[in-house]
T-cell receptor, first 117, second 112 residues
């Protein structure tokens, strides 16, 4: 299947700093990518839909000014957590959508563990 | 987006067949049914996708009745490495940009 990578795999930062997470589709182009957040022992929560060349669409309750998303190319989307605080510590996962003949497959990255001290 | 309901947890033993059923009463005409597997601290991994009847691949089978209001993931002869959380999702690339909303998933524990 299609391969999606994330960088970094884990990051530790101080409170108040900003952290950028990259999501890349390695062997295919993705016009749409998604960003999720997962807290321990919980399911994935969709944060936003990232569309190449346009503004991201955020889910209700997700602060767009805090979680900046840029989908500058067909293979790269970035999530920047601005002014991170300990409550932003979580597992962030991206996915890239492949549409073929009506099928709706999403391929997920390995995730990024963010710890804010 | 159609909501899905799955058992929270299931236990099994190595070598057994495991069937996980998911209900999705509000599934739309264009929606596909997709199952993912997730290990701790990893991204979900695609298992299988179907629209109706039966789909089989090298790792699982997916059974979908005619009314499509439920689906059953069948894992043949599970091993310890199949211990994971399994998510059932429904969605369509033509509905809300193809986004998928994860439910609580089923935590499968395979014992020796």
């Amino acid at each position: 299947g299609a391969v999606v990578s994330q960088h970094p795999s884990r990051v530790i930062c101080k409170s108040g700093t900003s952290v950028k997470i990259e999501c890349r589709s390695l062997d295919f182009q993705a016009t749409t990518m998604f960003w999720y957040r997962q807290f321990p022992k919980q399911s994935l929560m969709l944060m936003a839909t990232s569309n190449e060349g346009s503004k991201a669409t955020y889910e209700q309750g997700v602060e767009k000014d805090k979680f900046l998303i840029n989908h500058a190319s067909l293979t790269l989307s970035t999530l920047t957590v601005t002014s991170a605080h300990p409550e932003d510590s979580s597992f962030y996962i991206c996915s890239a959508r492949v549409v073929s003949g009506g099928r709706n497959e999403q391929f997920f990255g390995p995730g990024t563990r963010l710890t804010v001290l | 987006l159609a909501k899905t309901t799955q058992p929270i947890s299931m236990d099994s033993y190595e070598g057994q067949e495991v069937n996980i059923t998911c209900s999705h009463n509000n599934i739309a005409t264009n929606d596909y049914i997709t199952w993912y597997q997730q290990f701790p601290s990893q991204g979900p991994r695609f298992i299988i996708q179907g629209y109706k009847t039966k789909v089989t691949n090298e790792v699982a089978s997916l059974f979908i009745p005619a009314d499509r209001k439920s689906s059953t993931l069948s894992l043949p002869r599970v091993s310890l490495s199949d211990t994971a959380v399994y998510y059932c999702l429904v969605g369509s690339p033509y509905n809300q940009g193809g986004k998928l909303i994860f439910g609580q998933g089923t935590e499968l524990s395979v014992k020796p």
